[in-house]
């Protein structure tokens, strides 16, 4: 089955604490993306790769790391998390960066105390 | 970073009605996209269009990619009750510049009274 898989679903840490949340497709995609939705503003991409050791900015890229050291994976660094990066967060895969076949993870909830 | 003007924000309509969204940007995009967000999932994707004044259909759906390439709108007709949920628009450049970035509206809470 075509999925997109996050971890964790659910994440409670405390201010300076550094955490990965993996991403990982099966669908031998090569853009990925991550991206953290907060109420009233929408979605709000943070970085971008469009293929293995190829990354760029989003829209809001302070206060996070990337790596795309293989194809199906994108794991998302917060090297210090801050109240501020508490959000639902997804990651998302297309065949390319013309979003044909795009899919969405199932999401990760932050929580930063 | 850019914005996606996306209005409106919420719609209240009857089960039947046909409901029409938009977006407008200050940018021009090469692709405009439309997805769903149903309560507790991730969006999914449902109409993408690459060219300026393209017309697209998916079912009881029609988007359309403004011939300024700075303008789409979504419409539903016939809207069901499965309907309601958040609808987001997205702009990319993209297309042989080197800005393949997603920027997305603030979306639109659609409602249906069945």
């Known amino acids: 089955e075509a999925q997109v898989t996050q971890n964790p679903r659910y994440l409670i840490t405390v201010t300076g604490k550094k955490l990965t949340v993996t991403c990982s497709q099966n669908m031998n995609h090569e853009y990925m993306s991550w991206y953290r939705q907060d109420p009233g503003l929408g979605l709000r991409q943070i970085y971008y790769?469009?293929?293995?050791?190829?990354?760029d900015k989003g829209d809001v890229p302070e206060g996070y790391k990337v790596s795309r050291k293989e194809k199906r994976n994108f794991p998302l660094i917060l090297e210090s998390p801050s109240p501020n990066q508490t959000s639902l967060y997804f990651c998302a895969s297309s065949l390319s960066w013309v979003q044909e076949t795009q899919y969405f993870g199932p999401g990760t909830r932050l929580l930063v105390l | 970073g850019q914005q996606l003007n996306q209005s409106p924000q919420s719609m209240f309509i009857q089960e039947g009605e046909d409901v029409s969204m938009n977006c407008t940007s200050s940018s021009i995009f090469n692709t405009w996209l439309w997805y769903k967000q149903d309560p507790g999932e991730g969006p999914v994707l449902l109409i993408a269009l690459y060219k300026a004044g393209e017309l697209t259909s998916n079912g009881r759906l029609t988007a359309q990619f403004g011939i300024t390439r700075k303008d789409s709108f979504l419409n539903i007709s016939a809207s069901i009750p499965s309907d309601v949920g958040i609808y987001f628009c997205?702009?990319?450049?993209?297309?042989?510049?080197?800005?393949?970035?997603?920027?997305f509206g603030k979306g639109t809470l659609l409602t249906v009274n069945p």
């Open positions: 790769s469009m293929n293995v050791e190829v990354t």
């Open positions: 997205a702009g990319q450049e993209g297309s042989g510049g080197s800005n393949y970035k997603l920027t």
